[in-house]
């Protein structure tokens, strides 16, 4: 893979970027802190079964207990996905000349997704959380994903993953009635996916330029897919039976519940946006996003 100008500079700039601002999550983050009691994993607002005849069944505890548990889950959803992500990476730099600004900023990145995907291991042990792997379709999906999935496609993903979860975690780090440990690593997450981001766009500007109408329809319905099954990821039944509900029922009011569909098309609206704006989005795979919850 030769050097392109535009992307040296952008990786150039990323690099920089990351020197002068990066986060060591084993110091940065107070792991020996206790958990403050009551504290919310997340905004009770934005729990899946907020505005629910299950969400007015359950108590005080059992609504923060569902809270932490379903932070959990996405903390876990979010490992797998830069396990994902990495893999695609690594592949990069293997077929880059590694001299390049953009080879190494691909390992600068990598670097930095270890890190996250330790320090969401951490936060979840530390929480007490139960959900700690994707769910078994997830998980083969993952390896399809992982292992097939061209340029395009890989940095499509990483694009709607990583704005999925900023989405999320920029309520997170603003939000001064969760767990302390949960706003530091959504602010530790937040600023340095925004560097992934960007490099993330600009290799898939390129990368998609280089499909027909043939390929960008097949990546249209691939990046939905991946798109469909990453938002489900972010609930898990594991985290209704932490509180006493039938998993099964659970899952069918979430999906079922507006306020949750509003949530997710919240979080999800940077990238839904960037995609129908480039043609990314579009066509019949348009009722995979629909059924995922982040499209009208």
């Not at 084993?26 to 994993?41: I, K, Q, R, S």
């Not at 340029?151 to 979860?165: C, D, N």
Request: neutral net charge; glycine residues 8%.
């Amino acid at each position: 893979m030769t050097a392109n100008t535009e992307s040296e500079r952008v990786a150039e700039r990323l690099q920089r970027s990351s020197a002068r601002l990066s986060y060591d999550p084993d110091v940065d983050v107070d792991w020996l802190a206790p958990l403050v009691d009551g504290a919310y994993g997340k905004a009770p607002e934005r729990c899946s079964l907020y505005g629910t005849e299950l969400w007015d069944r359950l108590d005080e505890d059992q609504r923060g207990e569902l809270s932490r548990q379903e932070a959990a889950a996405a903390a876990a959803s979010g490992i797998w996905f830069e396990l994902i992500l990495m893999q695609g990476l690594v592949r990069h730099v293997y077929n880059s000349d590694p001299t390049t600004h953009n080879a190494q900023y691909a390992l600068t990145e990598i670097a930095d997704e270890c890190r996250h995907s330790t320090m969401f291991a951490r936060s979840i042990a530390k929480s007490g959380g139960v959900v700690r792997r994707p769910s078994r379709s997830a998980h083969r999906a993952g390896k399809v994903f992982g292992a097939v999935c061209g340029p395009a496609l890989l940095f499509a993903g990483a694009i709607y993953v990583e704005e999925l979860a900023d989405g999320m975690q920029r309520e997170m780090m603003r939000d001064e009635s969760l767990q302390p440990m949960i706003r530091m690593i959504s602010r530790i997450h937040v600023i340095e996916e925004a560097r992934h981001i960007s490099f993330a766009k600009d290799e898939l500007g390129r990368a998609w330029a280089r499909h027909g109408r043939v390929g960008r329809e097949l990546i249209r319905w691939a990046i939905a897919g991946m798109a469909y099954v990453a938002t489900s990821e972010l609930l898990h039944p594991k985290a209704y039976t932490s509180v006493g509900l039938d998993p099964r029922e659970a899952r069918q009011v979430a999906d079922a519940n507006p306020h949750w569909r509003r949530t997710k098309a919240s979080w999800a609206a940077k990238a839904v946006e960037y995609f129908t704006e480039i043609g990314l989005i579009g066509g019949p795979s348009r009722r995979l996003w629909r059924r995922a919850g982040v499209l009208d």
